[in-house]
């Protein structure tokens, strides 16, 4: 996940992870005033926006990534156990 794909996960992961930390701040502090209430509006439109870019994401054809470019794996193991067979199996 070093790449493009990881890039965009790790802004989907801090977008969620900041979504959560200032609704919980709403919660635990919205007694106090010290949390205005623009912070659950705020929370909404951006929890929102990232459902949007993820069902955009899934149906745009990349989750098939690994399917098309393929796996490289390593069937190994001692002499007469059954590797032909996996293979040809799959």
Do not use: C, M
């Not at 502090?29 to 459902?51: H, I, K, M, P, Y």
Request: aromatic share 4%.
């Amino acid at each position: 996940l070093e790449g493009d794909l990881g890039r965009l996960y790790q802004r989907w992961s801090h977008a969620l992870t900041q979504a959560l930390a200032h609704l919980e701040a709403y919660i635990d502090f919205s007694e106090d005033d010290n949390v205005e209430e623009e912070v659950l509006t705020q929370v909404g439109v951006t929890v929102r926006a990232l459902l949007q870019e993820l069902r955009g994401h899934l149906r745009d054809g990349r989750r098939g990534e690994l399917l098309r470019g393929g796996v490289r794996a390593v069937i190994a193991g001692p002499p007469n156990v059954g590797k032909s067979s996996l293979l040809n199996l799959l």
